[in-house]
Structures are given as structure tokens and as C-alpha cells.
């Protein structure tokens, strides 16, 4: 049975508060085959360049390339790794320091397999996904993020 | 950060058979402040090479990521 053959909005205008992310793990208690989850959450880091520091990042996309890649890359991780389930959310708009840009959210039955999945499913985001941000400074200016 | 260069979002443009590097060459004449920049180019959705022909279809310029 195909599961996530549709292709899916990752996008949340925002921050992703803890709420969501709660709530997102009470949900599971009825899947009990699970055994195992694993959550990777992106912060945003107030970075210090040339004396200014990072308030706040201001997330675009190319959204319909960006969920179609996230398609691919969620049909390879379940290819790859056996899970039960995968959530993904991105923030766009402003994401202010502290708060949560990225929630990714796999279980499986067991824990091996979360673990790898997760690592994976999060540096295929960070490189193959149309993801632009610009990083804000405390006084308004501004530069362009790049994910090393 | 593109489009902060261009001064707009999208643009139309008419070829018959032109690769993307004819298209970049146009566009670096027009805004010669993107030849500093570093950008993947993206037809339908996939990222193309220079060499390759542009159909009738949407073409994105696209800085590098910065998810998560």
C-alpha cells in the first residue's frame, strides 16, 4: 500500500510553535506499530557577522519546485528506510531567532532506522530543496543565507 | 536576492531552439550585476545545464538554498 503518493504542501506561514509540534506527536498514539520516532527541528541562530547580529530570517521558496523535490526525496527515504511515517514542515515569511523554521518527523518500529532516515531526509533538504532566506540583522539591513 | 538585481520577478522572453547559456548572455547584458552572483538555473521545475535547449516554458534562476 502507497501511502504518500500525493504530492504534499510542506509550507507553514511562520514560525512552527511547539504546539503544532506537540500535537503532531500526540497524533501518533494510535499508530502502534511504532516503536521508535525521531524529530529534527531548525532554529534560528542569531549569528554574529561583522558585529551584526542575525534577528531574524525571511524564508521564500520556489514552492512548487521545492514540494516536488520534497516528493522525490520522501519517495526515495521510504525506498531506503523502513518507516511507518514522515512529516515535513517548512516556515516561510519571517522566522525570528530562537523560534522554529524546519520540523521534520519520521517513526518507524524500530529505532535504527529513524535515526538514519532523519539525517538523511534533513541534508537532502538542506541541499536539493529551493529554500531561499534572508538573514535580518538588528538593524534592518540585510544578507542572503547559504547553506554550507 | 535575484531579483533585488533585475528589479522585477519574471520576465518574457521569445526564442526558437536557444540554450541556456543564450539566455544567460542576454540576461548579462541586461543586468550585469548577475554575473557576480551564484545561481542554478531550472526549467519545469528541474534544474537544467547551460547546454541545454529551452523549451516553451517557465525558466527559474535560483540562488543558493538556505532550508532549514
Known amino acids: 500500500m502507497k501511502k504518500h503518493n500525493c504530492i504534499?504542501?510542506?509550507?507553514?506561514?511562520?514560525?512552527?510553535?511547539?504546539?503544532?509540534?506537540g500535537n503532531a506527536i500526540a497524533k501518533h498514539q494510535s499508530k502502534t506499530t511504532i516503536g521508535a520516532h525521531q524529530i529534527f527541528l531548525g532554529q534560528v541562530r542569531a549569528d554574529e557577522i561583522e558585529g551584526?547580529?542575525?534577528?531574524?530570517?525571511?524564508?521564500?521558496?520556489?514552492?512548487?519546485?521545492?514540494?516536488?523535490?520534497m516528493h522525490e526525496i520522501r519517495e526515495?527515504?521510504?525506498?531506503?528506510?523502513?518507516?511507518?511515517?514522515?512529516?515535513?514542515?517548512?516556515?516561510?515569511?519571517?522566522?525570528?531567532a530562537g523560534e522554529i523554521c524546519l520540523f521534520v518527523f519520521v517513526s518507524s518500529p524500530r529505532r535504527k532506522e529513524c535515526f538514519k532516515a532523519i539525517e538523511f531526509v534533513v541534508e537532502e533538504i538542506k541541499k536539493e530543496v529551493a529554500i531561499f532566506g534572508k538573514e535580518i540583522f538588528e538593524d534592518q539591513t540585510h544578507q542572503w543565507k547559504v547553506n554550507s | 536576492m535575484l531579483s533585488e538585481i533585475t528589479q522585477c520577478p519574471?520576465?518574457?522572453?521569445?526564442?526558437?531552439?536557444?540554450?541556456?547559456?543564450?539566455?544567460?548572455?542576454?540576461?548579462?547584458?541586461?543586468?550585469?550585476?548577475?554575473?557576480?552572483?551564484n545561481f542554478q538555473v531550472a526549467q519545469n521545475c528541474k534544474i537544467i545545464n547551460a547546454e541545454s535547449i529551452i523549451k516553451e516554458t517557465e525558466i527559474a534562476l535560483l540562488p543558493p538554498f538556505a532550508g532549514g
Do not use: W
Open chain 1, 52 to 69: 551584526k547580529k542575525v534577528s531574524a530570517i525571511a524564508y521564500t521558496a520556489y514552492e512548487e519546485m521545492a514540494n516536488a523535490k
Open chain 1, 76 to 96: 526515495t527515504t521510504f525506498s531506503k528506510y523502513n518507516l511507518t511515517c514522515m512529516h515535513i514542515y517548512h516556515s516561510l515569511g519571517t522566522v525570528k
Open chain 2, 10 to 37: 519574471e520576465e518574457t522572453y521569445v526564442f526558437t531552439q536557444t540554450k541556456v547559456s543564450d539566455l544567460l548572455e542576454e540576461l548579462f547584458e541586461k543586468y550585469p550585476l548577475l554575473k557576480e552572483k
Open chain 1, 8 to 21: 504534499k504542501n510542506i509550507f507553514r506561514t511562520g514560525a512552527i510553535s511547539s504546539e503544532f509540534i
